[in-house]
């Protein structure tokens, strides 16, 4: 393999992460980051144009827009010792299989970004099977019914042409967001263990696009959402790794 000019490295001014931690790409979700970095004592650090938080306990990095801005800042959490990451992030729904408010849990991918095709052996960009099961478990535990199956990424939101949403449907894609192949293939290719929980925000498979994420339910569920997610990592619910 053809060795890389620039390498994600721990710099002497940077933490030690803990090995598991939660990536929210959303930037609305990052405005909850404060409230939660006081309730669970977590210190914060430099993180490019993102937010970077940790405890001994586990980490919340975020947010990162798009397939190479999430790439890269995962890369740097990588490099700084995570070693099992829970995205958490918004999505689309391709087919009625999902709607606005559903809990989904991605187990593969269809990449329409540019970014994975520059990590070898992404393959069908799965996640990992030990750490999605205790996601499921701890949310089933918390009172969430979630769904499952493939994900369309793409990296340009505004090209999610009705014959692209009936395409990668028919392909079995419930989903579409701008992160996921490219985390799966960063994760494969550094060798951490990676998974998904995506709130469903919009629904792109009517004849008329309906999106859902600037209601107050819908800001009240991701803020709650994320906030478990939190308070299971804090309290070892995702630690059986």
């Known amino acids: 393999m053809e060795q890389c ?12 992460l803990p090995p598991l931690g939660i990536f929210a790409v959303n930037p609305t979700d990052a405005f909850n980051f404060p409230a939660l970095a006081e309730m669970y004592g977590l210190q914060q650090h430099f993180l490019f144009h993102s937010k970077l938080y940790s405890s001994d306990r586990f980490f919340l990095a975020g947010p990162a827009v798009g397939a190479p801005m999430a790439a890269m800042c995962l890369e740097k959490c ?5 070693r099992y990451v829970i995205v958490y992030g918004w999505c689309g729904a391709v087919c009625d299989l999902l709607a606005s408010g559903d809990v989904f849990l991605p ?3 269809f990449s329409e970004e540019g970014t994975s095709d520059h990590y070898p052996g992404a393959g069908n960009f799965a996640p990992d099977v030990n750490l999605m099961g205790n996601v499921n478990k701890a949310l089933s535990q918390a009172g969430y019914n979630t769904k ?4 369309w990424t793409i990296d340009a939101v505004y090209r999610e042409t009705k014959a692209k949403v009936r395409y990668f449907g028919e392909q079995g894609a419930l989903g579409v ?5 490219a985390l799966s293939a960063v994760a494969a290719f550094r060798g951490i263990s990676l998974a998904a929980v995506m709130l469903v925000s919009d629904e792109l498979y009517h004849e ?7 209601r107050k339910t819908f800001r009240r569920k991701t803020k709650q959402l994320l906030a478990d ?6 309290g070892g619910g995702l630690k059986d790794l």
């Open 5 to 16: 000019i620039v390498n994600p490295v721990r710099d002497k001014r940077d933490p030690e």
């Open 78 to 82: 990588i490099a700084l010792g995570a």
């Open 107 to 109: 187990t593969s991918g």
């Open 148 to 151: 499952q199956g493939p994900v």
């Open 177 to 181: 967001d701008m992160e996921y192949t």
């Open 208 to 214: 008329k696009w309906r999106p859902q994420f600037n």
């Open 229 to 234: 997610l939190c308070r299971e990592a804090d």
